[in-house]
Every structure is written in C-alpha cells, then in structure tokens.
C-alpha cells in the first residue's frame, strides 16, 4: 500500500490549475540534472560526491528495470580509516519560478545510522536565494522533517494551521545552525523504513503567493496539477511573516545523500537512533562504526524514484553566461509531446548548498526571473491510496 505526501497550502491559490513543464522520469531521469563532483564542504559530511562518469560506471547513478532513477551510496568498497565515502548529489540545471509545483514520487528512501538524504531546492547566490528542504531525515528517524532557510528577516508565524509539529520559527537561523524554521511530521511513515515498507509515496511542494499545495489526485501525475483540491497542511510558512518575493529567487531542486556531518554525526542526533555515548567522542562513532570498512551498513542507502516533475505557469529558467555574469532565460523549449525533460545531464563542480547547508556559493549572478506573485510558502502531507 503506498501513500500520497502532499506539501499544502492554507489559502486559495492564485491559479486554479499548474501545468507541467519538467518531467524526469524512466531511461532520461538523469537529462537536465548536474552532477556536483567534490567532498561535501557544506554539511562536512564524510563522503565524496562523485561525476556523473563515475556515478554511471560504479553504478551509484542509474535507471534500473523497472524504469526507476537509483541514486545511493557506495555499498561495496573498502573505506580506509581517515578516507571517505562516494555519494551521489544531483542539481536541476534549470532553475523554478515563484509560482511553481514540485512532486516528487519514490519507492524507497535512504535510511540507516549516519545516512542523511534529503530533496530540497535551493536559490541563486544560495544562501540569500533561500532554501525549502522538502524530505530530510538523519539516521533512523521516523519521520521527515520539512523547514525553510532564509537570509534574516523571514520567521514562521504564530499559530498557523498546520498538521505538523513546529519546532523552530527563525528561518534565518539555517544558515549558520543547520536549524531554520522547521516543522516536524506528525503523520505516520514519512520517513525511512516505515515509508519504504508502506510502498513509498509521492511528495509535493508549492511556492507562490499563497503556498505550498499538492491535489488529492496527485498520485496521477498527469500534466496539471489543480490546488483548489488541496486540504489542510502540515507545515506553513505565511507571507504575513515571509515575503516570498523579497527573500527566495527562483528555485532548483537538490537530491543528495551525505554521511554523518552537521545533522546526522550530532553527537545528540546520533545517539537518539543510534546509540553511543553522548559527547563529542559520538561523531567520530558516526564515522567508525558506519562509514569506514566494507560498506554493508549502506546496502539500504538509496533512493528508488519514479518521477520527479514540476509544474508552474510559466516558463523553466535556464542559465546563461553573459558578460561574465549568470543570468536566467525563459526556457522556450519546455518540455517535448511525452513531457520529457529537455537538456541534458553535465558534470558540475560548482559548490551548492545542501538540506540544511552552511556557507556555500551557488550560482552567482542576478535575480532574474524572481517572483511576479511571491507571499507565502508552506509544506505539508496529505495521506491517500495510491
């Protein structure tokens, strides 16, 4: 039995209906993402991201039989004390206005003490673009956590309704603290190995001038989306205390899976799920007792998804180099007649930043193609059968 997760809004929406305009799914699931090829220098997690060459020939990268994107761990190499772990972190080479739909269906999700895997989306000039961290969870949590990141000045409001579980209401706070604005699901099987046993399930974010919406029917995936359907959420963020268009650019999405590091190798996060000794000695248990040696701790780290797509009323955003400066093009292309993405996958070295980043430089240049609605973001799950 599988379960729809929906990220929702609170208020009407501006537009009745979003229409598909990226589709990542079957043998092209890997067209139109970037490979981050590096060590993960914004959460200090203990793995090497690797190039799409050598994420396709080590099979961390790859679409299986059943048409489905793997991305995961290295589970079959040595790890020599004091070296780290391959991984995978895949970017959107284009980037989503204000105004835009993000679902997001899997199978499986990564799981297991020092795992940290996340699907996020992230602005120009990240951090001062913003940061909305859809699925995130740590070792053997139950449950995902959602929050959003932005440059001082943006906050949760006082009694929103909501399903979830608020636990920070600072959203500036994320960018050095790994902490943000942060609300807790409260609903079953959102996270880890609950969620891979029930079947997976489907996702959905929203960012406009009234929020985050997912429709009942989005199990469907089809080529709109409609969130006048949409139902109470589990986490809001209203414009009354976020002005979307002041403090988020336009968006890409992140898929990544780091070890240990800022979030997962805590000394009182690890310890929680996996045991330990609380002090400083834990993190370095993160480490020893997961990520160096033969690597079978990792056999449930990876991601099986079906799809990814965004909807929005308006075009994609690609970037372009001119004048030494990265600026953002409508996307004329869109998406072809069977809704595949267009572009393709390249190999990137840029540093961006992740689910719950520290210091990082993303894509520089202008803020082009920012929010002509912007005022509320807001993320939640909605359960249905699929």
């Known amino acids: 039995m599988r379960s729809a997760l929906a990220l929702l809004a609170a208020t009407t929406p501006a537009f009745a209906a979003f229409n598909l305009v990226k589709d990542f799914s079957g043998t092209k699931f890997f067209n139109g993402w970037d490979f981050f090829d590096g060590f993960d220098n914004t959460t200090n997690g203990d793995v090497n991201f690797v190039?799409?060459?050598?994420?396709?020939?080590?099979?961390?990268?790859?679409?299986?039989?059943?048409?489905?994107?793997?991305v995961k761990v290295d589970n079959t190499s040595f790890v020599p004390f004091n070296f780290k772990r391959n991984s995978v972190k895949i970017i959107s080479h284009d980037f989503f206005p204000v105004g835009s739909v993000f679902l997001f269906d899997a199978l499986h999700l990564p799981f297991g003490c020092s795992v940290w895997p996340s699907f996020w989306t992230m602005g120009q000039n990240w951090p001062a673009g913003g940061e909305i961290d859809i699925l995130e969870g740590v070792n053997k949590m139950t449950i995902d956590q959602m929050t959003l990141h932005a440059i001082g000045g943006c906050s949760q409001a006082a009694g929103v309704t909501q399903l979830g579980k608020t636990v920070g209401t600072d959203c500036s706070a994320g960018q050095n603290s790994s902490q943000g604005c942060t609300v807790q699901e409260t609903q079953a099987n959102s996270y880890g190995e609950?969620?891979?046993?029930?079947?997976?399930?489907?996702?959905?974010?929203?960012?406009?001038?009234?929020?985050?919406?997912?429709?009942?029917?989005?199990?469907?995936?089809?080529?709109?989306?409609?969130?006048?359907?949409?139902?109470?959420?589990?986490?809001?963020?209203?414009?009354?205390?976020?002005?979307?268009?002041?403090?988020?650019?336009?968006?890409?999405?992140?898929?990544?899976?780091?070890?240990?590091?800022?979030?997962?190798?805590?000394?009182?996060?690890?310890?929680?799920?996996?045991?330990?000794?609380?002090?400083?000695?834990?993190?370095?248990?993160c480490y020893i007792d997961n990520v160096i040696n033969n690597g079978t701790a990792y056999d449930d780290a990876y991601f099986e998804i079906n799809y990814v797509k965004v909807y929005s009323n308006t075009a994609a955003l690609t970037p372009t180099v001119s004048g030494g400066t990265t600026v953002l093009a409508s996307d004329t292309a869109g998406v072809s007649a069977t809704g595949s993405a267009s572009g393709s996958a390249a190999s990137g070295s840029a540093t961006a930043g992740s689910g719950s980043g520290s210091n990082a430089a993303a894509v520089a240049g202008v803020r082009a193609g920012l929010a002509m609605w912007g005022a509320t973001v807001c993320a939640a799950f909605v359960w249905a059968l699929l």
Request: glycine share 14%.
């Open 194 to 285: 609950g969620f891979n046993d029930n079947g997976g399930g489907v996702w959905g974010a929203q960012f406009d001038e009234t929020g985050v919406f997912i429709p009942a029917d989005v199990s469907s995936g089809g080529n709109t989306v409609d969130p006048s359907t949409w139902g109470t959420p589990s986490a809001a963020w209203p414009s009354s205390s976020c002005n979307i268009s002041e403090f988020f650019a336009p968006q890409q999405m992140v898929i990544d899976i780091t070890l240990c590091g800022d979030f997962a190798g805590q000394p009182n996060i690890y310890q929680q799920t996996c045991g330990g000794p609380l002090g400083n000695s834990s993190v370095s248990i």
């Open 51 to 70: 190039s799409q060459a050598n994420a396709t020939a080590s099979q961390l990268a790859f679409v299986n039989a059943a048409g489905h994107a793997i």
